[in-house]
């Protein structure tokens, strides 16, 4: 069984790659998502390569191998899961379960995680939108584009929130913005830094990095 840390380690890597397929994951990236220094990353990247489940190159960074990349799947598909299931079943808050699923995905087993997905109707994302890999190690292709990237006077679907801290989704709860809700976009005024939306007819200004994390696609 892979350590805590080393599911940690995985997951992060496979985060940061999706910004940048091409790129290895650096050093600096890792240890930044991590809040660990630079020093013990590159001793984790050495453990990681000798266990085949990364390639470290020195001053380049870190590519995960096939291996790394469904552990990391695992670790993902655990904890979006979980999300899901504590909203759903205790009721608790979307900006309330990235924490407690933080601590649990390490210690729930598979088996028990497959039960989850199947009492849950084998969902296809969690609370915050993100994509829950399948059992398999499938995962659903990125969806929609950020909401500063929208045409003005479009209405529009928030399908995912890609920041999960707990004051920016209280602030989004706030505003009536959550994945499946509807809106329009009125205009992204970047000189400013201001996005303009109508929610249900009332209007509402957005922070322009506050939109940047905002994914949302055509109203169908």
């Known amino acids: 069984m892979p350590s805590l840390t080393i599911e940690n380690y995985v997951k992060a890597i496979y985060q940061i790659s999706l910004q940048a397929p091409e790129k290895a994951a650096s050093t600096g990236e890792i ?15 050495k453990t990681l390569s000798e266990t085949g489940l990364a390639s470290y190159t020195k001053y380049e960074g870190v590519r995960l191998t096939d291996s790394g990349r469904k552990l ?11 999300e899901l299931f504590l909203v759903h079943t205790l009721d608790l808050a979307w900006d309330e379960v990235h924490e407690e699923a933080e601590n649990m995905e390490h210690a729930v087993s598979d088996f028990l995680v497959d039960r989850i997905d199947q ?5 296809s994302s969690d609370p915050h939108g993100d994509p829950i890999p399948t059992a398999d190690g499938k995962i659903r292709t990125e969806q929609g584009v950020k909401l500063t990237q929208w045409e003005p006077g479009k209405p529009f679907r928030l399908v995912r929130v ?14 009536s913005l959550q994945p499946g809700c509807e809106a329009k976009l009125i205009s992204c005024r970047a000189e400013a830094g201001i996005v303009t939306i109508d929610i249900e ?3 509402t200004a957005l922070g322009l990095e506050a939109a940047e994390k905002l994914m949302v696609t055509a109203v169908s």
């Open 201 to 203: 007819g009332r209007v």
């Open 72 to 82: 990391a799947l695992r670790v993902l598909r655990r904890h979006r899961l979980i």
């Open 119 to 123: 009492y849950l109707g084998y969902p």
């Open 31 to 45: 240890s930044t998502a991590l809040e660990v220094s630079p020093g013990t990353v590159t001793s984790m990247m």
């Open 162 to 175: 890609m920041e999960q801290s707990s004051d920016f989704l209280r602030y989004l709860s706030e505003e």
